[in-house]
């Protein structure tokens, strides 16, 4: 099974994209246009209902189902755009915006149109400086050409795009911290219910979004919704930009249909090309930092929401880190729950104080080489007591590595027991780095 056709990253490859007047020629901003002045707001959340689109910011929750929720005659409304991409392993939205902008920019005011929305925010991470730059001119040439502005091609319909930076931290990618910290407040989650669909920006009616789900609108709207599902699965229809990266001779951004095996992914010579150095598959963290880990023997399943939450793993922001044999389980557990701590939020007392205890042991077992059996019941404790108490998904993702790691390679934490008692006090670091 290979690519069909591109869906999001279709013509990256043209030059100059980025600009207005070539977007334009190429067939750009025509589906908003054709939705303003022939298709009512209902049409298109419904045609968006209909192709089945998924948001892909992590929980592949249905979007035509979520914009569904807005109560009806509440006003004003808010679209936002999450662009916080701050996921280890994750890389595609800053793609999609940096080749085409208006793509995203053109995704964002059909569904603002969709949802009657008049204001909409493109909520970025603060790093990427660049991006927005890209994003802001490119919004500014739309209001030059009367796509945004007041009474857009004289249908009536008002519409103004802000994008923000935030300050860069990874919370601020859940949809109520970003609201938060779009108000201006400390980039922490909000309790739920309210769902911002309901109570949400400036607690009025809000809709959050990926970037990679708004640019899918364009094309299910110009190219309809059997088109649309004729792409990937049954229950998850269309394409998905996977971000691939680890020992994988062609890391990058892929678009490939859902239910694409992994194996093709990683070895296919268009996409990843194979290990570096035909080296074996050890690890695999097929959505992002925050998902389960799976092994080589699950490299013919399908990457599609439903195979990989079979496999007790998920499809997450589609991020497949691929680490080969060379790695040390412990010290990958280690790394990304470091990542972990250094974003907690501090909110809630199982992931402010359980990932700083996770980094606290796995440093003294991993990197200062002192291990003890007593240090592995430890950890099993501490994760034990963080599943399912914290207050928001960050704390549960800390979890998933070094659950996966316990689980899946026991056997190498015995042996930093083994080496810490062998060596008689004298510790040599493990670093295994690549
Ligand atoms: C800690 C954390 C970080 C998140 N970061 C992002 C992010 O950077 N981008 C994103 O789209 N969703 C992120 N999400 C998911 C959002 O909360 C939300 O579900 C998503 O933006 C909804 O968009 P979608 O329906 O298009 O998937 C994050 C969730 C959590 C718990
Ligand atoms: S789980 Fe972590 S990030 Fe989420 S609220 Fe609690 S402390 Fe903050």
Not at 347 to 370: A, D, Q, Y
Request: proline share 6%.
């Amino acid at each position: 099974m290979g690519l069909t056709e591109h869906i999001v990253m279709r013509e990256l490859d043209i030059p100059d994209i980025s600009d207005f007047a070539v977007y334009r020629r190429h067939g750009g901003w025509e589906a908003y246009r054709y939705a303003l002045t022939e298709k009512t707001p209902a049409d298109i959340v419904q045609m968006v209902k209909d192709s089945g689109l998924r948001g892909r910011g992590g929980a592949g929750f249905p979007t035509g189902v979520k914009w569904g929720f807005l109560p009806k005659g509440v006003y004003p409304r808010y679209l936002l755009c999450n662009c916080d991409e701050s996921e280890p392993g994750t890389f595609n939205n800053h793609q999609i915006i940096d080749k085409n902008p208006h793509q995203l920019i053109e995704g964002v005011a059909l569904s603002a149109y969709a949802i009657e929305a008049n204001v909409a925010y493109i909520y970025m991470r603060g790093e990427f400086a660049a991006a927005a730059r890209t994003l802001e001119r490119a919004i500014a040439q739309a209001y030059e050409a009367g796509f945004l502005g007041k009474n857009i091609l004289g249908t009536g319909f008002d519409l103004d795009i802000y994008v923000h930076r935030g300050a860069g931290a990874y919370i601020c990618g859940e949809e109520t911290a970003l609201m938060e910290s779009l108000e201006g407040k400390i980039g922490q989650p909000r309790l739920k219910p309210p769902f911002p669909a309901v109570a949400g920006l400036y607690g009025k009616p809000t809709i959050i979004n990926n970037v990679e789900t708004l640019a899918n609108v364009p094309r299910i709207v110009e190219k309809g919704v059997a088109w649309y599902r004729s792409h990937g699965t049954e229950k998850s229809p269309g394409t998905k930009c996977f971000s691939l990266s680890g020992h994988v001779n062609r890391p990058g951004n892929y678009e490939l249909p859902f239910g694409v095996p992994l194996r093709e992914l990683i070895e296919s010579p268009e996409y990843g090309g194979g290990m570096k150095d035909g080296r074996p598959v050890k690890i695999i963290i097929p959505g992002g930092a925050s998902a389960p880990w799976l092994t080589a023997d699950h490299l013919d399943i399908p990457l599609d929401y439903e195979s990989l939450a079979a496999a007790g793993s998920m499809l997450g922001s589609g991020g497949v880190i691929v680490l080969n044999d060379t790695v040390s389980a412990p010290y990958v557990a280690y790394k990304m729950d470091e990542f972990f701590k250094h974003e907690s939020c501090g909110k809630c007392t199982p992931c402010r104080e359980g990932t700083h205890w996770l980094v606290r042991t796995l440093h003294r077992m991993v990197e200062e080489g002192h291990a003890t059996a007593a240090d592995i019941d430890t950890l099993h404790s501490i994760y034990r007591q963080m599943a399912g108490n914290c207050f928001c998904l960050l704390g549960e993702s800390a979890v998933m590595p070094i659950k996966s790691a316990l689980q899946l390679f026991p056997h190498e934490f015995e042996a930093l027991v083994k080496r810490s008692s062998s060596r008689n006090g004298y510790q040599i670091p493990l670093t295994v780095r690549h």
